[in-house]
């Protein structure tokens, strides 16, 4: 199976910051890379798609790049709707496996 | 407008059996591959099963390979999980989702305790 291993597992910003998230594969996924957000109890919602396609709806302060084992999920400004649980998945082989998540806390 | 909604979760004994359904709207699930996600309290969250669209080829995690059964309905447009055996660390929500290539829509959940 595919590890997926995001860091940090939390990180304190402020709205207006620029924040990255990492993902790493553990062995190459292509660019079969999701993120997905979830907010406090709720279903998560899809942000990127194909490792930095954006999907249709999420505001364009989000942002995702990397290839092969090394993908990152960027925030250019953040918002105080922001503040959720973020998490990576590969969708290139079965079993689909997703990150342990990051949570995004307020500072 | 797309929506999915999990009815069937509950309260369950360990190894006893629960079936979870997902009534699909806006969209022609057939049309699309489905899939389980589950999340335990307070963790991430964990691929559980998939069934192709066309052909109905299914695949499972090795948490409940031979325990869980993923089926659907195609004329009442409903995903549906069998669960078997069910153990302590099934406990979760579990999440219906469509897929268009990946999971790109989510249900609200629908919580399964497994405790006796």
């Known amino acids: 199976d595919i590890q997926m291993t995001q860091s940090p597992s939390t990180l304190s910003a402020s709205v207006g910051d620029r924040v990255t998230i990492s993902c790493r594969a553990s062995?190459?996924?292509?660019?079969?890379l999701a993120w997905y957000q979830q907010q406090p109890g709720r279903a998560p919602k899809l942000l990127i798609y194909?490792?930095?396609s954006l999907e249709s709806g999420v505001p364009s302060r989000f942002s995702g790049s990397g290839s092969g084992t090394e993908f990152t999920l960027t925030i250019s400004s953040l918002q105080p709707d922001d503040f959720a649980t973020y998490y990576c998945?590969?969708?290139?082989?079965?079993?689909?496996?997703f990150g342990q998540g990051t949570r995004l806390e307020i500072k | 407008e797309v929506q999915l909604v999990e009815s069937g979760g509950g309260l369950v004994q360990p190894g006893g059996s629960l079936r979870l359904s997902c009534a699909a709207s806006?969209?022609?699930?057939?049309?699309?591959?489905m899939s389980w996600v589950r999340q335990a309290p307070g963790k991430g969250l964990e691929w559980v099963s998939t069934?192709?669209?066309?052909?109905?080829?299914?695949f499972y995690a090795d948490s409940v390979k031979g325990r869980f059964t993923i089926s659907r309905d195609t004329t009442a447009n409903t995903l549906v999980l069998q669960m078997n055996g069910l153990r302590a660390d099934d406990t979760a929500i579990y999440y219906c989702?469509?897929?268009?290539?990946?999971?790109?829509?989510w249900g609200q959940g629908t919580l399964v305790t497994v405790s006796s």
């Open positions: 069934i192709s669209g066309s052909a109905g080829t299914t």
């Open positions: 062995q190459t996924v292509s660019r079969y």
């Open positions: 998945q590969q969708y290139n082989s079965f079993p689909y496996t």
């Open positions: 989702a469509r897929e268009r290539e990946l999971i790109d829509f």
């Open positions: 194909k490792a930095s």
């Open positions: 806006g969209f022609t699930s057939s049309n699309y591959a």
